[in-house]
């Protein structure tokens, strides 16, 4: 699947942008130029060489603390997703096999939590357990769990029906070695394709909440922290705000873009995608040679 991912235009663009702001996560702190705390006198300055994104109404650089402040966004966007995925992925591939009762829980369990505010809900809990941004992403996490509980569901539904599955059962075969030679294979596509929405709608989440200053202790930086201070400074630098809201849209942009990639190389429209090329190779390498208009 990730030679064909990457065999799209589309599947390298988002590829390469969220390699990109992976290593900003990893590196950021270490590429800043300026310490993004450190203040000082020179505030809301322009870009120059010293400052390249100028300075806040602290002085402080906005390029370091943009760099700094990539970590967690991206660590927080992943927290969601993982939590979504073990929360919501198991127990969907589970209740086709494990009962009329553990079905009927489970699918009343992900109805209730599909009507849950999940940004409302992170806010409550974080005024319960504590300013901190990993519990509210957890919590998050398992209030969009049921988007992987019915896509890992139907998928484990078409392939519950198919000969070589109740072959398989018939035949003594146990229920975890079914889900893992046959089920799993299956269902692993339609997932990918949830994770990686996941993960843009956890930038979204992160960057929600830290905008309202949630989950994250000031000074410390973020993107959506940055963006809610930039705008309070508009008549002094209305361009202060392009470099974080980009950031945001871009990375999202790259998570459905990846989604779609995965989408369109997947199952039958894969399948058609590998054909197709496989003809157009047959296809050049038996064109026959012309020279000078003659064969």
């Not at 806010?123 to 519990?135: K, Y």
């Not at 990375?251 to 873009?257: D, G, I, K, Y």
Request: glycine share 10%.
């Amino acid at each position: 699947m990730v030679r064909r991912v990457l065999s799209l235009t589309s599947g390298r663009i988002a590829v390469v942008i969220l390699v990109l702001i992976a290593l900003l996560a990893v590196c950021g702190p270490w590429l800043a130029p300026q310490d993004p705390l450190a203040t000082s006198d020179n505030t809301l300055a322009s870009a120059s060489g010293a400052h390249w994104l100028g300075t806040d109404y602290l002085g402080r650089d906005v390029f370091s603390r943009l760099l700094d402040g990539s970590r967690v966004s991206v660590l927080g966007s992943l927290e969601v997703a993982l939590m979504a995925l073990v929360v919501g992925a198991i127990p969907g591939i589970l209740s086709v096999y494990s009962g009329r009762v553990f079905e009927w829980l489970t699918l009343r369990l992900a109805d209730t939590l599909v009507a849950l505010p999940f940004l409302l809900f992170a806010i409550a809990v974080i005024a319960l357990l504590g300013n901190g941004i990993t519990q509210a992403m957890l919590v998050t996490g398992a209030l969009v769990s049921p988007l992987f509980y019915r896509v890992s569901r139907a998928a484990t539904l078409a392939v519950a029906r198919s000969p070589y599955v109740e072959a398989a059962i018939v035949s003594g075969a146990s229920i975890g070695w079914v889900v893992r030679r046959h089920v799993w294979v299956k269902v692993l596509p339609p997932i990918a394709v949830a994770l990686a929405q996941t993960i843009g709608v956890g930038f979204v989440i992160v960057s929600s909440l830290t905008f309202l200053g949630i989950g994250v202790q000031p000074p410390a930086p973020t993107w959506g922290g940055l963006l809610a201070s930039d705008l309070g400074y508009l008549s002094h630098q209305p361009w202060a705000p392009v470099a974080p809201a980009l950031l945001i849209m871009v990375t999202v942009w790259a998570c459905n873009l990846l989604a779609d990639a995965i989408r369109d190389v997947s199952g039958e429209a894969g399948r058609a995608l590998v054909n197709r090329r496989k003809a157009r190779a047959r296809t050049g390498t038996s064109a026959p040679v012309t020279v000078g208009g003659s064969r």
